[in-house]
């Protein structure tokens, strides 16, 4: 049948099973509009505040749900306002497609009225991007974007299209789209057999879980390994969730927020196995003394990663999950007593920790945790508040913690929970943020209210950017250059204003209070924290330091 280009559009993404999209319209893209107008009982448009909010939030979606998240822009700076959310779904290996739209094909070039190279601009941060210029392509080039988005390690996908090649007409049939096949040709049997060796041989083995884990959805097969080679585990930031917070083998984070006990243990384990992480600088800290008594091995979907930021004994490469189902019936059980026996003893001693008095970011987490009963999506912006959600909130499951790690994307966090709440709304999907985060994308409050979504949005607020203050505290003598945000903004008065319920708490008593009254509420509501500009992340490694170096405020009143 004859179908227009954005018609065309419209039933792909009918194809590829989507529900939702996020967007912002403008002239370029307004024939895709016109269509989507015809068919909002199929597909839900979530009209954001900014387009960034949009890039967000099909952030968000994805995150929360493994499927490809969707949004939409127009031309010129519709197009570019995405460019910080494709990038943070590049960074963090988030299946996203973009759908932008341009200028007619004539005027492509030419300097034309909000014309731009988005194809060009966002090159860098995508798996793949497309112009299309034939509308007879249209179809097989999105099915393409939704294709490679997914593929082995996914990551975002732009698709822009001229105004002109919306409204021309082509020859359309539906197809179904084909499953997306784990990556299963590249695990070769020699590598398994490595890997086991290495496993075998190991006296004090640590597994060291990734974001990779939780893309490949290798939870249960994560578990049986774990308890296969009888090894303490601990994850990066992304990795949140894939092993069982709450469980006893469980040590915490590594890096320059994690536990000493972590810290500590992959410093003096004899094999370190990653599992679908990249070795990123904030975990490695000095790399030439990372884990340098340990054989390293690491699995990983992706060949680009192996030997990239430190070198590695033996790989294997392939879906993670895949993997780990081939290890799990190669290995033979393992018993290493007395090395659990010393990481637990190592958990023991130094566990984390917070004043027992005051309202303080670490509190807030906690009882976000204990009334939630762990049971919530939870979203954090970056800074601070970020690394406390990650400390003091047990992720038991996968995919309940969104965060933007790779780019550490100020801003991220309102947008990627309505995406969330949108693809989830029977879960209860709560916030985190500071409050110079909350400024930069603080206008999606409206959107949510428009939306009617319940999800709760936390300020720590502290009146200074948090973690910047950190380091200029520990590291430049504290000279506080442009970090204090002492103008007075309100924070419960602009909420009330976009329509939310606004609760402001100075005590441990007034936030448990609105909390509670928060999870009562269908609406969204914004609870704005007072806590003191001087409270620290604990423990912290200084920049290009040794992980085993980690310290305390303790170990500094102890200098």
């Given at each position: 049948?004859?179908?227009?280009?954005?018609?065309?559009?419209?039933?792909?993404?009918?194809?590829?099973?989507?529900?939702?999209?996020?967007?912002?319209?403008?002239?370029?893209?307004?024939?895709?509009?016109?269509?989507?107008?015809?068919?909002?009982?199929?597909?839900?448009?979530?009209?954001?505040?900014?387009?960034?909010?949009?890039?967000h939030?099909?952030?968000?979606?994805?995150?929360?749900?493994?499927?490809?998240?969707?949004?939409?822009?127009t031309?010129?700076?519709?197009?570019?306002?995405l460019?910080?959310g494709?990038?943070?779904?590049?960074?963090?290996?988030?299946?996203l497609?973009?759908?932008?739209?341009?200028?007619?094909?004539?005027?492509?070039?030419?300097?034309?009225?909000?014309?731009?190279?988005?194809?060009?601009?966002?090159?860098?941060?995508?798996k793949?991007?497309?112009?299309?210029?034939?509308?007879?392509?249209?179809a097989?080039?999105?099915?393409?974007?939704?294709?490679?988005?997914?593929?082995?390690?996914?990551?975002?996908?732009?698709?822009?299209?001229?105004?002109?090649?919306?409204?021309?007409?082509?020859?359309?049939?539906?197809?179904?789209?084909?499953?997306?096949?784990?990556?299963?040709?590249t695990?070769?049997?020699?590598?398994?057999?490595?890997?086991?060796?290495?496993?075998?041989?190991?006296?004090?083995?640590?597994?060291?879980?990734?974001?990779?884990?939780?893309?490949?959805?290798?939870?249960?097969?994560?578990?049986?390994?774990?308890?296969?080679v009888?090894?303490?585990?601990c994850?990066?930031?992304?990795?949140?969730?894939?092993?069982?917070?709450?469980?006893?083998?469980y040590?915490?984070?590594?890096?320059?927020h994690?536990?000493?006990s972590?810290?500590?243990?992959v410093?003096s384990?004899?094999?370190?196995?990653?599992?679908g992480?990249?070795f990123s600088d904030?975990?490695l800290?000095?790399?030439?003394?990372?884990?340098?008594?340990?054989?390293?091995?690491?699995?990983?979907?992706?060949?680009?990663?192996?030997?990239?930021?430190?070198?590695?004994?033996?790989?294997?490469?392939?879906d993670?999950?895949e993997?780990l189902?081939?290890?799990?019936?190669?290995?033979?059980?393992?018993?290493h007593?007395?090395?659990?026996?010393?990481?637990?003893?190592l958990?023991?001693?130094?566990?984390l920790?917070?004043?027992?008095?005051?309202?303080?970011g670490?509190?807030?987490?906690?009882?976000?945790?204990?009334?939630?009963?762990?049971?919530?999506?939870?979203?954090?912006?970056?800074?601070?508040?970020?690394m406390?959600?990650?400390?003091?909130?047990?992720?038991?499951?996968?995919?309940?913690?969104?965060?933007?790690?790779?780019?550490g994307?100020?801003?991220?966090?309102?947008?990627?929970?309505?995406?969330?709440?949108?693809?989830?709304?029977?879960?209860?999907?709560?916030?985190?943020?500071?409050?110079?985060?909350?400024r930069?994308?603080?206008?999606?409050?409206?959107?949510?209210?428009?939306?009617?979504?319940p999800?709760?949005?936390?300020?720590?607020?502290?009146?200074?950017?948090?973690?910047v203050?950190?380091?200029?505290?520990?590291?430049?003598e504290?000279?506080?250059?442009?970090?204090?945000?002492?103008?007075?903004?309100?924070?419960?008065r602009l909420?009330?204003?976009?329509?939310?319920?606004?609760?402001?708490?100075?005590?441990?008593?007034?936030?448990?209070?609105?909390?509670?009254?928060?999870?009562?509420?269908?609406?969204?509501?914004?609870?704005?924290?007072?806590?003191?500009c001087?409270?620290?992340?604990?423990?912290?490694?200084?920049?290009?330091?040794?992980?085993?170096?980690?310290?305390?405020?303790?170990?500094?009143?102890?200098q």
């Amino acid at each position: 049948m004859q179908l227009s280009g954005a018609q065309i559009v419209i039933e792909c993404l009918k194809e590829q099973g989507v529900d939702t999209v996020f967007g912002y319209p403008g002239g370029a893209i307004l024939n895709v509009y016109d269509e989507l107008y015809l068919h909002q009982s199929e597909i839900k448009h979530v009209l954001t505040s900014h387009e960034q909010g949009a890039a967000h939030a099909a952030d968000g979606y994805a995150r929360s749900t493994g499927k490809v998240g969707v949004c939409f822009a127009t031309s010129g700076p519709g197009a570019t306002n995405l460019v910080t959310g494709i990038a943070t779904a590049y960074m963090d290996s988030v299946p996203l497609v973009a759908l932008t739209c341009n200028v007619t094909v004539p005027l492509l070039g030419k300097d034309s009225f909000q014309e731009i190279d988005i194809a060009g601009i966002t090159m860098p941060i995508t798996k793949h991007n497309f112009i299309v210029k034939d509308v007879a392509k249209l179809a097989d080039t999105i099915r393409r974007a939704f294709r490679i988005a997914q593929t082995g390690r996914p990551g975002p996908v732009l698709v822009d299209i001229p105004k002109d090649v919306t409204a021309q007409k082509t020859e359309y049939e539906t197809v179904r789209p084909q499953p997306v096949a784990r990556v299963k040709d590249t695990i070769r049997e020699e590598d398994i057999a490595q890997a086991a060796a290495m496993i075998d041989e190991a006296k004090k083995p640590y597994i060291f879980v990734g974001g990779g884990a939780v893309i490949s959805g290798a939870s249960e097969e994560l578990k049986e390994f774990v308890e296969i080679v009888d090894a303490p585990v601990c994850d990066t930031l992304m990795g949140k969730g894939a092993y069982d917070g709450t469980g006893e083998r469980y040590t915490g984070m590594l890096g320059m927020h994690g536990t000493k006990s972590s810290n500590l243990g992959v410093s003096s384990c004899d094999l370190l196995i990653a599992v679908g992480v990249r070795f990123s600088d904030r975990v490695l800290g000095n790399a030439q003394k990372f884990a340098r008594q340990a054989k390293i091995l690491q699995i990983d979907v992706d060949p680009a990663e192996i030997n990239k930021n430190i070198r590695v004994d033996a790989s294997v490469i392939g879906d993670i999950r895949e993997v780990l189902r081939c290890l799990n019936q190669r290995l033979k059980r393992q018993d290493h007593g007395p090395w659990m026996e010393h990481m637990m003893e190592l958990k023991d001693r130094y566990p984390l920790h917070y004043p027992d008095a005051g309202l303080s970011g670490p509190f807030v987490v906690e009882e976000i945790y204990r009334a939630t009963g762990g049971d919530a999506i939870v979203v954090t912006e970056v800074g601070q508040h970020q690394m406390w959600a990650a400390q003091y909130y047990k992720y038991s499951k996968p995919r309940t913690l969104l965060t933007s790690g790779g780019l550490g994307t100020m801003g991220y966090g309102l947008g990627a929970a309505i995406g969330a709440q949108c693809a989830n709304p029977d879960k209860q999907v709560v916030n985190i943020a500071g409050d110079g985060c909350f400024r930069m994308n603080m206008n999606e409050i409206a959107t949510a209210v428009r939306q009617k979504l319940p999800l709760i949005q936390v300020i720590i607020n502290n009146h200074v950017l948090g973690m910047v203050r950190q380091w200029q505290d520990l590291f430049y003598e504290k000279r506080y250059s442009a970090t204090v945000l002492d103008d007075g903004v309100d924070f419960v008065r602009l909420a009330e204003a976009m329509g939310a319920k606004a609760y402001r708490a100075g005590t441990r008593d007034e936030f448990c209070e609105a909390f509670a009254k928060a999870l009562e509420e269908k609406i969204p509501v914004v609870i704005d924290c007072i806590i003191n500009c001087d409270d620290k992340v604990w423990p912290m490694v200084a920049p290009g330091a040794d992980i085993s170096t980690a310290f305390t405020d303790e170990d500094l009143v102890e200098q």
